[in-house]
């Protein structure tokens, strides 16, 4: 199982290179379980559907979601089936280059 914590789940970069292993999770078809944010985007991120999404990020609910996924199969089994649709349909590399080029006004 992945965690993206600290009250956000979003693939902004940062020193840490947390996006990076975020999408490293997506690809391989973990069980991701994070904290919604004001950056968490309802474009990527579905509650229960590729994500399991805490709307606090505590102990409490940490463990209550942790143990929900740990005694759930068909969840973990729908919540790895979607990340890796998720990586495929949104992060993959050649999405990414798409969305560079065409940024960049280039034809690819």
């Not at 997506?26 to 968490?40: D, S």
């Not at 089936?81 to 006004?105: R, V």
Request: aromatic share 8%; proline share 2%; net charge positive.
């Amino acid at each position: 199982m992945a965690w993206a914590g600290n009250g956000q789940l979003n693939l902004q970069g940062n020193s840490a290179g947390k996006s990076t292993a975020l999408a490293a999770a997506f690809q391989a078809g973990l069980p991701i379980l994070g904290c919604k944010g004001k950056l968490t985007d309802p474009n990527y991120f579905h509650h229960r559907e590729n994500v399991y999404l805490i709307d606090t990020c505590s102990e409490e609910t940490a463990h209550r979601a942790i143990k929900e996924l740990i005694n759930d199969d068909a969840l973990r089994q729908i919540l790895r089936e979607n990340a890796k649709k998720t990586f495929m349909q949104k992060f993959s590399w050649d999405i990414i280059a798409n969305l560079y080029c065409k940024g960049l006004k280039i034809d690819r």
